[in-house]
């Protein structure tokens, strides 16, 4: 009778370390889970403000950002709308066409000139290869 008693008395205590283990294992997880929601609160807050930091200043807005660019259609220097991920030609703020490419800047002579390479871009004047986007 009595070991009885004392086998039902261990049986409860190792019932009860294990409800004590799970509670603790619950709070482990539940830890975890909240680590890694604040790590990924974290990473967007990082992810926001380098985005203010690299933005170049006033060039952007909701719309995309001002693209310096010469039409093709009407010839004249103009300032293109470009959406973000928008790739030229652009629409033409004189005319209208979509037919604005980028203007690009030789550092060399000043030539300013557009293409269509978007890699190995040269000076047509000069053939210098300090070129670059001509800024809006
Ligand atoms: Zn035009
Ligand atoms: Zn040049």
């Not at 009595?2 to 086998?7: G, N, P, T």
């Not at 680590?35 to 995309?64: D, E, K």
């Not at 690009?104 to 269509?116: D, L």
């Amino acid at each position: 009778m009595r070991v009885r008693r004392d086998l039902l008395e261990l049986d409860s205590r190792l019932r009860r370390q294990g409800e004590l283990r799970v509670g603790a294992y619950a709070r482990r997880a539940a830890r975890r889970r909240l680590a890694r929601a604040a790590a990924g609160v974290a990473l967007i807050l990082v992810a926001l403000a380098l985005y203010g930091i690299l933005r170049p200043p006033g060039a952007r807005n909701a719309q995309g950002f001002l693209v310096a660019a010469r039409c093709a259609a009407c010839g004249n220097d103009v300032l293109a709308r470009s959406g973000f991920g928008q790739t030229p030609p652009l629409v033409c703020s004189a005319c209208g066409a979509v037919a604005a490419h980028p203007l690009w800047v030789c550092r060399a002579c000043g030539e300013r000139f557009t293409t269509e390479a978007l890699e190995d871009v040269v000076c047509p004047r000069c053939g210098g290869k300090r070129v670059g986007f001509e800024k809006p």
